[in-house]
């Protein structure tokens, strides 16, 4: 008889642990969109993994509920708890008034498909590349052999591992020059379990000397001085050493397609993101032919370029890269 006063007894504790959660009128619709315009009026910045407040604010909300970012829109009417509310909130004052991109204050960033461990250590995944990595960086490879893969700037690791993933044939190296940057990229190696990449503490092509690779993908840093010193709050969160590259942005970029020949193979493949210092690299080799990449949402300052190409104009870049 004694089995049933305790039964009872559980369930009691259960029930009074159900009945003692106190619900808001509030939906999880309500906080996104109160977030959104929270936001909005705030004036804040946005284009660390999203580029609006809405899909910021939904970000937020998700993560303080331990909820996935791909919830289905069905559950967006769910009441929430107390409790809930006040996670969320506070997610809000820190994003409002520290300017911290959600990104860091979520721990997570989603970049070609994949869940990335995101901190101060490395910027926010964010590259248009990550289009290219879901589409085997064709027709640009136009079907090539590649065994070796180097990712140049590595940073968090996303570039290097979401084409290890995508691509389990292939052997990639990812480099940085900071070593906050290659600790970070080393934890989310583990988190996707990227057995396929290696990790290499290296300036540029410093650390790499007499290694040779098929294909080169680096999006190394290219803001300018002046853009660098007027971006908004939000940047500052971030490494500097990620993004500032002189007075138009190209002075890792140049350094990059001067040494870059040595390190392809004949029949190699270099892709670079310059951003918006597009402009002046094509004002500077105007005979050097690059492929501008269109993606989904257009042009993104991205180029692919061709061994034997560098190697061709290589005198011109050379001059270019040994001025800085």
Same mark, same amino acid.
């Given at each position: 008889?004694?089995?049933?006063?305790? *039964? =009872?007894?559980?369930?009691?504790? $259960?029930?009074?642990?159900?009945?003692?959660?106190?619900?808001?009128?509030?939906?999880?619709?309500?906080?996104?969109?109160?977030?959104?315009?929270?936001?909005?009026?705030?004036?804040? &910045?946005?284009? /660390?993994?999203?580029?609006?407040?809405?899909?910021?604010?939904?970000?937020?909300?998700?993560?303080?509920? @331990?909820?996935?970012?791909?919830?289905?829109?069905?559950? %967006? +009417?769910? *009441?929430v708890t107390t409790a809930?509310?006040?996670?969320?909130?506070?997610?809000?004052?820190?994003?409002?008034?520290?300017?911290?991109?959600?990104?860091?204050?979520?721990?997570?960033?989603?970049?070609?498909?994949?869940?990335?461990?995101?901190?101060? *250590? $490395?910027?926010?995944?964010?590259?248009?590349?990550?289009?290219?990595?879901? &589409?085997?960086?064709?027709?640009?490879?136009? %079907? *090539?052999?590649?065994g070796r893969v180097l990712?140049?700037?590595?940073?968090?690791?996303?570039?290097?591992?979401?084409? +290890? /993933?995508?691509?389990?044939?292939?052997?990639?190296?990812?480099?940085?020059?900071?070593?906050?940057?290659?600790?970070?990229?080393?934890?989310?190696?583990?988190?996707?379990? $990227?057995?396929?990449?290696?990790?290499?503490?290296?300036?540029?092509?410093? %650390?790499?000397?007499?290694e040779v690779f098929d294909?080169?993908? &680096?999006?190394?840093?290219?803001?300018? @001085?002046?853009? &660098?010193?007027?971006?908004?709050?939000?940047? $500052?969160?971030?490494?500097?050493?990620?993004?500032?590259?002189?007075?138009?942005?190209?002075?890792?970029?140049?350094?990059?397609?001067?040494?870059?020949?040595?390190?392809?193979?004949?029949?190699?493949?270099?892709?670079?993101?310059?951003?918006?210092?597009?402009?002046?690299?094509?004002?500077?080799?105007?005979?050097?032919?690059?492929?501008?990449?269109?993606?989904?949402?257009?042009?993104?300052?991205?180029?692919?370029?061709?061994? =034997?190409?560098?190697?061709?104009? @290589? +005198?011109?870049?050379?001059?270019?890269?040994?001025?800085?």
């Amino acid at each position: 008889m004694s089995a049933g006063p305790a *039964r =009872s007894a559980a369930a009691n504790a $259960a029930d009074f642990d159900v009945a003692d959660v106190r619900f808001e009128q509030l939906t999880i619709v309500d906080l996104i969109r109160h977030g959104g315009s929270r936001f909005a009026q705030a004036g804040l &910045t946005f284009g /660390h993994s999203y580029d609006n407040a809405l899909d910021e604010a939904t970000q937020l909300v998700l993560h303080a509920l @331990h909820m996935p970012h791909d919830l289905s829109p069905v559950y %967006g +009417a769910s *009441r929430v708890t107390t409790a809930e509310k006040a996670r969320v909130l506070a997610l809000f004052e820190r994003r409002i008034n520290e300017r911290i991109p959600a990104a860091y204050l979520t721990g997570e960033a989603w970049f070609a498909g994949l869940s990335f461990k995101s901190d101060p *250590r $490395a910027l926010v995944p964010r590259s248009p590349i990550a289009e290219l990595i879901e &589409t085997g960086y064709e027709p640009w490879l136009g %079907g *090539r052999e590649v065994g070796r893969v180097l990712d140049l700037c590595t940073g968090s690791g996303c570039i290097a591992i979401a084409t +290890a /993933h995508y691509h389990p044939e292939w052997d990639v190296v990812g480099a940085d020059i900071n070593v906050d940057a290659l600790s970070l990229a080393r934890e989310n190696k583990a988190r996707l379990h $990227a057995d396929n990449v290696e990790l290499r503490q290296s300036d540029l092509f410093a %650390g790499l000397q007499g290694e040779v690779f098929d294909l080169i993908v &680096t999006n190394p840093p290219y803001v300018t @001085h002046a853009e &660098t010193d007027a971006l908004p709050a939000e940047y $500052a969160h971030e490494p500097e050493l990620g993004l500032r590259a002189g007075d138009d942005g190209l002075d890792l970029a140049l350094r990059i397609l001067r040494d870059a020949p040595d390190h392809l193979s004949g029949h190699g493949l270099l892709v670079c993101e310059v951003g918006e210092a597009e402009r002046a690299l094509v004002a500077l080799l105007p005979e050097l032919p690059m492929a501008w990449v269109e993606f989904k949402v257009g042009q993104m300052g991205i180029f692919v370029v061709e061994r =034997s190409d560098l190697v061709e104009h @290589h +005198a011109r870049i050379k001059a270019l890269a040994d001025a800085r």
